[in-house]
């Protein structure tokens, strides 16, 4: 396998937490979202994922995009350890924890959106930071309401089951502190993401352990 990656993009890095949750082998093949403008917007990246958008999954000639859809692809192919419970009202809740980082939280603190508002709205780092950190804190807090309302969480979001709730919240997590995120109304969360880092296969997956990391 062949994951197309950026050592900060949080999407990839759920990808890579779930190869190494699975044990697959795969070779990273860095593609820069800075230099150059950005090599996802270049032919030889288009080619394989026409979205320019990181990761892209090669597995056998075909290629898979969409960070969700690839680590429930590799679930279903590798079931052991599972990312999903067994019962269809667990898996729609952790399903759902998920999906509010990948749908509602990340897309508003994409790379894209922020370069955006600096280079064709106009505005400042300092307001640009201001709006990451607005709509990160203000979902991460309502989303930790979620989870400690939920009765489902223990050591991680799914009692000690590892899921794919967690592949999402970690890199969540990860770059809300990188960017000095308020987390106070998170505790839940932090905790589960500072549980999940003990484990191997996340802290193998984290940007500083990518070989492009910089």
Known sequence: MKLYSYFRSSAAFRVRIALNLKGVPYEVVPVHLLKGGGEQFGEAYTRTNPLSLIPALEDGGQVL???LAIIEYLDERYPEPPLLPADPLSRAYVRAVALSIACDIHPLNNLRVLRYLVREVGVS???????????????????????????RSGRYTFGDQVTIADLAIVPQIFNARRFGCDLAKAPTLNEIADRCMQLDAFAKAQPSAQPDAE
Do not use: A, C, I
Not at 125 to 151: C, I, P, T
């Open 125 to 151: 780092d300092e307001k640009k930071d201001f709006w990451y950190r607005h709509w990160v804190e203000l979902g991460l807090g309502q989303l930790d309401r979620v989870v400690m309302s939920g009765g």
């Open 65 to 67: 995009t969409q960070s």
